[in-house]
């Protein structure tokens, strides 16, 4: 368990997150991260090539000076669809993570505090998440059409029940604490209760579950655009990328590689981060081998 | 113990009233007309009429939705826009392949995960444990239509020990439909091993920290008659449990890995109706793999009841 240390100045996150130096994987997690949000943020200076720019003589060539991944079937480049590839991914996690938590903190809140209406919304919650994500999201796609927007509303659908779940959890355990009682004896409102001892109990978990939920959301926006049923193909994104690459997979296997190779490292690098902050953020893992 | 399996029998039900609930109002929510929706921009007058009729958009909502359970509870989930047969006949003709993915993926994971947590709970610390940790990131991280593209690439492509696509039923011989079955069920179970050797992992180091694996032990029992006989028992909960939940993640990967493999079962009849916008298809699917889900966790749920009395007499 906790060393003396812990106990004398453990009180805040952030001097917690500060003392012990990172694992070796979470500097190299971070560093994956900032070269990919650089990649989004930089795309126009960082693409060698309009990525939608299409050359018919310069169809499916191989890597070289010019083209460093080579070209698609439709001659575009592939080194430049790639670097705009991130802009999409960064935003339907950002987008999917925020909007979940936005919507799914309050019920949270509610379910766990009024047991009246907790039985009912956790039926419902538990409804929602019987339905696979990826259905939901590919039936939401298909009726609402448009794109990035819907896209992000049909990944974020599927992810608020867990938000809820969490924040329930938490604020059913935190009832029990003597400081909610105390609070409660003094004859501190419910709104006031809540928002002042309640919610920050659930901050710490849910930096963490927005940190999954950010990373499964690039992996369902990868797997609903690889399936043809994600944001249109005029947006270059690594799912469709790698959709588009498989129709000529056995001529050149770079065409799927290159994307998956980047979706792959992005997803697990803020898994890695993820976890470093949940060992970091809970303090029943502090001094515990994960 | 009846109460008990009663009790837990009911509160699936107002779940499954909220599935349909949600399958039912994402049709009926979507902006615009929804026989537009699905007709798409180009329709006619006569199409849209036709589809107002399948569905029964022209009644009241509440008619709607009553008189589509009542029609489900008869066995009639409605019938498909595009072909104009019925849902669940076409989903019957789809579901072998399915399932036998499904259940090649499984056996993977069995024959994979159990033997891997176990050793790496054993060896706490140890290579194994540390390949298990590693792996259970990976495999929460790399998407299965990589990892399908990956298999594709070294055995089908490179060794040519399996062809690269299609599918065979189990009618045509066991040999075909075990060649071409094996990599799509090695690239399904890939995340579900990093799933269940995972908690197997974590299970068997809560359980082996128990005074009763210490007196099994003790009496001198062989090592792997406690781990598999004592141990492995007493953690089956938790990975039992994490088997149930997995369940709606394996059929986005059964989605997916139809979609690489060519494989003609459920997760491709989804999407080529979602790319139709086949809507009673797609209503009909997302019902019955939620009703699935429901019925497995219900089975694990009462397993648990079976095996362990403490549970209920909650």
Sequence with gaps: MSTPSNTVSGGLPRRRLLRNPPHWTTVLAVLVLLVVVAMAVFAPLLANFEPTKLNAAMRL?????????????????????????????????????????????????????????????MRMMDGLMAIPGILLAIAIVALVRGGLITVIFAIMIPAIPQ??????????AAREETYVDAAMLLGTRPAKLIWKHLL???????????????????????????LGVGIGTEIPSWGNIMAEGRLYFALNHWLVFWPAIVLSLCILSINLLGDALRDRLDPKMQGRSP | MASYFLRRLLMAIPVMFFVALFVFLLLRLTPGDPAQAIAGDQATPAQLAAIRENLGLDKPIASQFAAWISSMAEGDFGHSLISQRPVLEMIGQRIGPTLALA??????????????????????????DRFVMALSVVGFSVPIFVIGYVLIAVFAVDLKWFPVQGYKPLTEGFG?????????????????????????????????REDYVRTARAKGLGERIVLFRHALRNAAIPILTVVGT????????????????????????????????????????????????????LVIDLSYALSDPRIRYQ
């Design chain 1, 200 to 226: 920050p109990t659930t901050i710490a978990p849910l930096i963490v579950q927005g940190t999954y939920m950010y990373a499964s959301a690039i992996l369902t926006e990868a797997a609903l655009s690889f």
């Design chain 1, 163 to 172: 938000v809820v779940r969490l924040v329930r959890a938490r604020v059913i």
């Design chain 1, 61 to 121: 060539k191989p890597a070289s000076n010019i083209y460093w991944l080579g070209t698609d079937s439709f001659g575009r480049d592939l080194y430049s669809r790639v670097v705009y590839g991130a802009r999409v991914s960064l935003l339907v996690g950002a987008g999917v993570a925020t909007g979940a938590i936005l919507i799914g903190l309050p019920l949270g809140l509610l379910a766990g505090w009024y047991r009246g209406i907790d039985g009912v919304l």
């Design chain 2, 176 to 208: 075909p439909f075990l060649h071409r079955i094996l990599l799509p069920g090695l690239a399904l179970s890939f995340f579900y091993i990093a799933l269940v050797s995972r908690m197997t992992r974590a299970s068997m180091l809560e359980v082996m």
């Design chain 2, 246 to 297: 997995g369940f709606a993640m394996m059929v986005s990967g059964v989605v997916v890995t139809e979609t690489v493999f060519n494989i003609p079962g459920l997760g491709r009849l989804v999407v080529d109706g979602v790319l139709a916008r086949d809507y009673p298809l797609i209503q009909a699917i997302i019902l019955l793999t939620a009703g699935t889900y429901v019925l497995i966790n």
């Design chain 2, 103 to 128: 259940v090649m993926a499984m056996i993977f994971t069995v024959i994979i995960s159990l033997p891997l947590g176990v050793l790496a709970a054993w060896r706490h610390g140890g290579l194994v």
